[in-house]
């Protein structure tokens, strides 16, 4: 093999890189599940809220309203 000026081989030196490289992918595919599973919680939660809300303001109307207003 070739040796580098310092006396090591092509694959002692990059052997560090790519190892640094394979880390920063896996935790960068982490960070990326989590952020993907914070929003959908986060956009449950408030699709959830908003609904019981809605709901509570229709349970709230007078009779009446329902004769003048279709449903949906």
């Keep these: 093999m070739d040796t580098l000026g310092s006396g090591k081989t092509m694959s002692q030196v990059l ?24 929003f959908e919680v986060a956009g449950m939660r408030q699709a959830n809220r908003i609904r019981r809300q809605y709901l509570t303001a229709l349970l709230r109307q007078e009779m009446g309203f329902f004769d003048l207003h279709d449903s949906g």
């Design 15 to 38: 052997r560090p890189i790519i190892l640094w490289f394979t880390y920063l992918g896996i935790g960068a595919s982490c960070a990326g599940y989590l952020e993907i599973y914070c």
